[in-house]
């Protein structure tokens, strides 16, 4: 009995499984995890989303992008090792099944520029472009950057919209070198993005 022709619009749901075992589902954003009580995260069940985790309470700090899944410790959500806590949490909006981005290499979009449309790019270097980012205009679409090639390293969001300078996506060093699309389920029912280990 699959209904995959008339799937509705599902609310985002998130379950964070704490350690020393108690569960909270979330169906919305909790800008402080640690004011709601809940400190610890061990590991994440995505029912439906995606969803970005916060290093920091207020939606600041290294940047975790989570899909649907299982993520049952803090090192099957994070490349760059760096920390093992998240204290905030929001569904991340998808709205589109177009995806198009252009990152370019100096803040205020200008210097060498490189531009995707529809695709993921698990090395920018392959395509030719070799400069660092330090700014991204997203003309449609949500996508996550990262730091080093093959999807690895810090993450960064990037929703509709301009990012002036690397400050904006919050990135210490203007340095992205691989990116994908976030896509929604609703459209794309198998999933968009299965990590190799």
Same mark, same amino acid.
């Given at each position: *009995?699959?209904?995959? $022709?008339?799937? !509705?619009?599902?609310? +985002?749901?998130?379950?964070?499984?704490?350690?020393?075992?108690?569960? /909270?589902?979330?169906?919305?954003?909790? #800008?402080?995890?640690?004011?709601?009580?809940? %400190?610890? #995260?061990?590991?994440?069940?995505? $029912?439906?989303?995606?969803?970005?985790?916060?290093?920091?309470?207020?939606?600041?700090? *290294?940047?975790? #992008?989570? *899909?649907?899944? *299982?993520? +049952?410790?803090?090192?099957?959500?994070?490349?760059?090792?760096?920390?093992?806590?998240?204290?905030?949490?929001? !569904?991340?909006?998808?709205?589109?099944? %177009? $995806?198009?981005?252009?990152?370019?290499?100096?803040?205020?979009?200008? =210097?060498?520029?490189?531009?995707?449309?529809?695709?993921?790019? +698990?090395?920018?270097?392959?395509?030719?472009?070799?400069?660092?980012?330090?700014?991204?205009?997203?003309?449609?679409?949500?996508?996550?950057?990262?730091?080093? !090639? =093959? &999807?690895?390293?810090?993450?960064?969001?990037?929703?509709?919209?301009? &990012?002036?300078?690397?400050?904006?996506?919050?990135?210490? /060093? +203007?340095?992205?070198?691989?990116?994908?699309?976030?896509?929604?389920?609703?459209?794309?029912?198998? =999933?968009?993005?299965? !990590?190799?280990?």
């Amino acid at each position: *009995e699959s209904s995959e $022709h008339t799937t !509705p619009t599902r609310k +985002p749901l998130c379950i964070l499984l704490l350690l020393g075992g108690r569960s /909270q589902e979330l169906t919305s954003a909790c #800008v402080n995890l640690k004011e709601a009580g809940l %400190e610890k #995260v061990g590991s994440i069940l995505v $029912h439906s989303g995606p969803w970005i985790g916060y290093e920091q309470a207020s939606c600041k700090g *290294e940047q975790f #992008v989570f *899909e649907k899944g *299982e993520y +049952p410790r803090w090192d099957s959500w994070t490349n760059s090792r760096r920390s093992d806590s998240i204290m905030a949490f929001r !569904p991340i909006k998808v709205d589109s099944q %177009e $995806h198009k981005i252009v990152l370019y290499e100096n803040p205020s979009f200008t =210097g060498k520029k490189i531009e995707i449309i529809d695709d993921d790019v +698990p090395s920018f270097h392959a395509h030719g472009y070799q400069e660092k980012v330090s700014s991204v205009r997203v003309q449609s679409g949500t996508w996550v950057g990262y730091q080093y !090639p =093959g &999807y690895r390293g810090y993450q960064y969001l990037f929703e509709k919209g301009d &990012y002036k300078d690397s400050a904006d996506f919050g990135a210490q /060093q +203007p340095q992205i070198q691989s990116v994908r699309r976030i896509r929604d389920m609703q459209w794309h029912q198998r =999933g968009a993005f299965h !990590p190799v280990s």
